[in-house]
């Protein structure tokens, strides 16, 4: 379920402070790195606010391969779109806070506040587009756009200026880009060969021209 996408395709780090919640019902709740929040396939009775860390969600295809659809920051919603089952797996990527809303509850809560009903459509809505975007890249971009757009759409989704700390590993950006994760590092030393990054450590980027990586997603 991919929330909030951004004109470009791609995810994560996270903001450490816990933001608001959406609603002033439900729980707190914590995962560790590589902890699952839900499975794919099980009843969706519960959607989840990210407060705190980041949140990978992914399925795995027929073939045993894993495909992961988003990275997911504070504020993110999760489960919002499902309808009857979780349409992917989630699992903290980071030490994670969440807070657990019963969907029941949060239904509820709609028919009673229409303006928090127009806002929760709006976020699903999002999440649609973004889905979608993410759709269109995997099926018009070659690799290099692919990897300029993830950075451009990571450092716009996080506020993360020019200085990028990346929570997820070169595998899970190949699993997020339809790559092998030999085509990722390579693209990474291609773009710093012509001096567009700056590639300190496998998860720490600098972008040294975010407006030539945005022309290369055009």
Not at 63 to 79: K, N
Not at 105 to 119: C, I, K, M, V
């Amino acid at each position: 379920m991919n929330l909030a996408f951004a004109t470009l395709p791609c995810p994560v780090a996270p903001p450490t402070l816990l933001g608001p919640t959406l609603v002033p019902i439900g729980v707190t709740i914590r995962r560790a790195p590589g902890e699952e929040i839900f499975a794919e396939g099980e009843p969706v009775d519960t959607v989840y606010q990210v407060m705190s860390g980041t949140v990978r969600t992914y399925r795995l295809l027929g073939d045993g391969r894993r495909h992961v659809c988003d990275f997911h920051a504070p504020g993110d919603l999760l489960g919002l779109e499902a309808v009857d089952e979780y349409c992917c797996s989630a699992e903290g990527m980071t030490d994670v806070i969440l807070h657990a809303i019963p969907l029941k509850a949060l239904r509820r809560l709609t028919t009673e506040d229409p303006l928090l009903g127009q806002r929760l459509l709006s976020i699903a809505t999002g999440g649609m587009q973004r889905s979608q975007n993410h759709a269109s890249m995997l099926a018009r971009l070659g690799a290099v756009e692919r990897v300029a757009a993830f950075l451009v759409d990571f450092a716009r989704r996080f506020d993360a200026d020019d200085e990028l700390d990346l929570p997820m590993t070169r595998q899970d950006i190949a699993d997020y880009l339809g790559l092998t994760i030999h085509t990722v590092s390579r693209t990474l030393s291609q773009l710093q060969d012509q001096g567009l990054i700056d590639a300190r450590t496998s998860r720490r980027v600098r972008l040294r021209r975010q407006d030539q990586l945005l022309g290369l997603c055009a």
